[in-house]
């Protein structure tokens, strides 16, 4: 089984900043199949990106996925009050045949 | 417009048996894999079963022999019938649509979720 890590649990940033989080899996990861989504508090999930750097539809530019293997990266190149969020990577694979990350906080600094 | 919309959850004694419906409007149920996805309260995600397109069905090794997904065609309407329930299963249970085209091994559409408390 896969198992995907984030860091940082949480990540204390102002608007305006740059947010970097990871997403670390127990073993290589296909590329394709490497998605990102944001959480709001009562909400559902909202695909971001797919395929580990493709932005899901109506994603904003400032948005960015990137790498392979084991370790890949979500960037938000200049946070919107409204992107303060929970984040989660998720892989698809070999069973389980889905897979989460526990999560990075973005919270306001 | 495309949308999933669940139904079904509520307040269940361990030991009990639930049934969570999710239908979908703006695309076809039967032409997609669909998934069900719960949250433990202040938890992360978990994936729970899959139905793929041609019938094929798998589950997560939690629920695997209590949980059956199904759907209803002509309803157009995907189902999570839940038996034998734990306290640990308590979650909001979201119903999501597979991105097979959209966004390969991705979730590119999610219900609003229906909330499963287990409890005595």
């Known amino acids: 089984e896969i198992v995907l890590t984030q860091s940082p649990g949480t990540l204390s940033l102002s608007p305006g900043e740059r947010a970097t989080l990871s997403c670390r899996a127990s073993q290589s990861v296909s590329s394709s199949y490497l998605a990102w989504y944001q959480q709001k508090p009562g909400q559902a999930p909202r695909l971001l990106i797919y395929?580990?750097?493709s932005r899901a539809t109506g994603i904003p530019d400032r948005f960015s996925g990137s790498g392979s293997g084991t370790d890949f990266t979500l960037t938000i190149s200049r946070l919107e009050p409204e992107d303060f969020a929970v984040y989660y990577c998720q892989q698809y694979g070999s069973s389980p045949r889905w897979t989460f990350g526990q999560g990075t906080k973005v919270e306001i600094k | 417009e495309v949308q999933l919309v669940e139904s079904g959850g509520g307040l269940v004694q361990p030991g009990g048996s639930l049934r969570l419906s999710c239908a979908a409007s703006g695309f076809t149920v039967s032409s997609n894999y669909m998934s069900w996805v719960r949250q433990a309260p202040g938890k992360g995600l978990e994936w729970v079963s899959v139905i793929y397109s041609g019938g094929s069905t798998y589950y997560a090794d939690s629920v695997k022999g209590r949980f059956t997904i199904s759907r209803h065609n002509s309803k157009n309407t995907l189902y999570l019938q839940m038996n034998s329930l734990r306290a640990e299963d308590t979650a909001v249970y979201y119903c999501?649509?597979?991105?097979?085209?959209?966004?390969?091994?991705?979730?590119?559409?999610w219900g609003q979720g229906t909330m499963v408390t287990v409890s005595s």
């Open positions: 395929g580990a750097s």
């Open positions: 999501a649509r597979g991105g097979f085209v959209t966004a390969p091994g991705a979730f590119d559409i």
